[in-house]
T-cell receptor, first 110, second 114 residues
Framework: KNEVEQSPQNLTAQEGEFITINCSYS?????LHWLQQHPGGGIVSLFM???GKKKHGRLIATINIQEKHSSLHITASHPRDSAVYIC????????????FGTGTRLTIIP | DAGVTQSPTHLIKTRGQHVTLRCSPI?????VSWYQQVLGQGPQFIFQ???????GRGNFPDRFSARQFPNYSSELNVNALLLGDSALYLC?????????????FGDGTRLSIL
């Protein structure tokens, strides 16, 4: 069992739909990262959170530390949101050794 | 300001050769981490360097080595290349060490082994 698991693995939705991607982790963490990876490979950091909720534009990330669960939501989805979304968790102490989920491939159809 | 830059962007090698990948962190960032991403999988941690010292190592064979220079740029070296080393190699930098530090990723070097 992976220490960080995401669901779903693939998600296809119509433009405008509300999107939810889930991340569960089994290790103690200091923070949880949500990342976006486009087909070219480059990774962009979207959020880093250790409690509660963060919002940036149409993106919202929430985390429940007790339940070891985080969600990434996209409101009013758009084709340009199509990408792979990855959650990653560093250890509770120490370095930036991020443990990554396998990613959720999101496709938004116009 | 320039982001994290990696070179080369693409590289083709044959089995048994060695390769050196380079990473320049964001100005002022002292921590550099290396990750390997095989097609269809999430990235796997290889190394982390902070202030020119190795601070973390993932579960990779000794064929993989790295170093960080006084200007905080870093090199990842892989010897005796195997077909399974074909992957996207990502570099990330952060201001300091610690899992709560935001990490900034480069676009990666795509390594293909023939």
């Amino acid at each position: 069992k992976n220490e960080v698991e995401q669901s779903p693995q693939n998600l296809t939705a119509q433009e405008g739909e509300f999107i939810t991607i889930n991340c569960s982790y089994s290790v103690g963490i200091s923070a949880l990262h949500w990342l976006q990876q486009h087909p070219g490979g480059g990774i962009v950091s979207l959020f880093m959170l250790s409690s509660g909720k963060k919002k940036h534009g149409r993106l919202i990330a929430t985390i429940n530390i007790q339940e070891k669960h985080s969600s990434l939501h996209i409101t009013a989805s758009h084709p340009r949101d199509s990408a792979v979304y990855i959650c990653a968790a560093p250890p509770l102490k120490g370095n930036e050794k991020l443990t990554f989920g396998t990613g959720t491939r999101l496709t938004i159809i116009p | 300001d320039a982001g994290v830059t990696q070179s080369p962007t693409h590289l083709i090698k044959t089995r048994g050769q060695h390769v050196t990948l380079r990473c320049s962190p964001i100005s002022g960032h002292k921590s550099v981490s290396w990750y390997q991403q095989v097609l269809g999988q999430g990235p796997q941690f290889i190394f982390q360097y902070y202030e020119k010292e190795e601070r973390g190592r993932g579960n990779f064979p000794d064929r993989f080595s790295a170093r960080q220079f006084p200007n905080y740029s870093s090199e990842l070296n892989v010897n005796a290349l195997l077909l399974g080393d074909s992957a996207l190699y990502l570099c990330a930098s952060s201001l300091a060490t610690g899992g709560w530090q935001p990490q900034h990723f480069g676009d990666g070097t795509r390594l293909s082994i023939l």
